[in-house]
């Protein structure tokens, strides 16, 4: 079972930490380790923080990259400035979502390292990383804010140990939807609607329908205002 540790590098705000607390809360993590980071007890944290004060106040606190990463058994470099070629093969990133889909495979501590808002992470940080990951964006702007960027990695992450389930709704039976159609076809032909174009018609509403995977709820309410239409028409 993996064991996920954050860690943010000489973070320059005190409201970016306090937004990655926050992300980490929405998708499940608890671990965060800070190095030199601002005063955690300011406003601005707090703020941003929300409910997720709790991450703030369990947070370990160190003053180097060494240090910070003494207990991790893989460690995960993020950068917006990647390279190829053999020269600066330190800066080759792989994908995001490769690195999801094969991470959960690993046993034990595994951190994300993200460097300060400015630089980011040096050389000598990547140079311990066993993987840099990168996420991709515009050529225009590629650098993004400190927190969106590790929203974005932790969403994918969470997204790929299947926690982000959400219940489906029961979905409309076979049976239902040729009552739908019969009700269709009846209005259709009450209403004067040309013969001819009411096959093409409830062909095309069949294709939809099916596109749009309609829930039971959603059948009962369209029955509901076909049958309307046809006691008025009635």
């Not at 406003?43 to 947070?59: F, G, P, Q, T, V």
């Not at 389930?165 to 939807?177: A, I, N, T």
């Not at 009846?186 to 509403?205: N, V």
Request: proline letters at 4%; a neutral charge; one cysteine or more.
């Amino acid at each position: 079972m993996i064991e996920w540790v954050v860690v943010l590098v000489n973070p320059k705000y005190a409201g970016n930490v306090g937004s990655v607390a926050r992300s980490m809360m929405n998708f499940g993590f608890s671990k965060l380790t800070l190095i030199n980071p601002p005063s955690m007890d300011s406003s601005e944290c707090r703020k941003y923080a929300s409910h997720a004060s709790a991450i703030l106040d369990s947070a370990r606190i160190v003053e180097s990259f060494e240090e910070a990463i003494e207990d991790v058994d893989f460690l995960v470099g993020t950068s917006a400035r990647i390279y190829e070629g053999e020269k600066v093969n330190w800066r080759t990133p792989a994908g995001i979502r490769d690195f999801t889909k094969k991470v959960f495979g690993m046993k034990g501590r595994v951190g994300i390292v993200f460097g300060p808002e400015d630089f980011g992470l040096s050389n000598k940080d990547l140079s311990k990383c066993d993987l840099l990951i990168s996420i991709p964006t515009s050529e225009q702007y590629p650098s993004m804010n400190l927190s969106h960027a590790v929203h974005l990695v932790l969403w994918e992450i969470f997204y790929e140990s299947g926690d982000a389930s959400f219940k489906e709704l029961p979905k409309m039976s076979g049976q239902e939807k040729e009552k739908f159609f019969e009700l269709l076809s009846s209005i259709l032909e009450q209403a004067g609607y040309p013969k001819h174009k009411r096959e093409i018609t409830k062909i095309m509403m069949r294709r939809i329908m099916g596109r749009a995977l309609v829930s039971e709820m959603e059948y009962h309410r369209l029955m509901g205002t076909l049958q309307t239409i046809k006691k008025r028409l009635d």
